[in-house]
């Protein structure tokens, strides 16, 4: 035979509940009418975007009416990036969708090398190009110039040199 070693529950005692009046018989609420304001798009004369590449981050201000040279931080481009690789780099966006010289690029980078600072600013620029004229997007994706590279270096882990180089160890 089995013998039950806990006691029963008790009942609790349960207070009989309050039901309160609906809101809308409570008070009668007066409600004015809300004007509404239209919005007014002004319309700006650059397109904004922001590229970014390993440690290097690129706003980039896209003109789209005006003839001018490419500046980056206050430099002409070709000054800021002198090896014909790297102007290659930061035009190749603006040439593929044929809208090199039709407008101006100004652009501020910072962090980063120069190579990762000349990707930062083609992906600016792209990325400018398509809020324009979402017709060129599939001409830039697949030229991969919308894709943010998401390759950064390695963070270094105790016990080690560098992120996996291990420390010169002899076997005697």
Known sequence: MTTRTTKPAAKKTTKPRVRKAPAHRAAAVTTTPVRTVKKVH?????????????????????????????????????????????????????????????????AHVAGGGIHGQAEAVRLGIARAIVSTDPDLRLTLKRAGFLRRDPRVKERKKYGLKRARRAPQWQKR
């Not at 035009?91 to 969708?97: N, S």
């Open 42 to 106: 002004v319309k700006r004369t650059y397109i904004f975007a922001v590229g970014r590449r390993k440690e290097a981050v690129a706003r980039v201000r896209w003109h789209m009416n005006t003839d001018g040279p490419m500046m980056i931080n206050e430099r002409p481009f070709e000054q800021y990036f002198p090896t014909p690789e790297l102007q290659k780099i930061v035009r190749e966006a603006l040439t593929i969708t044929e809208l090199d010289g039709k407008g101006s690029v100004t």
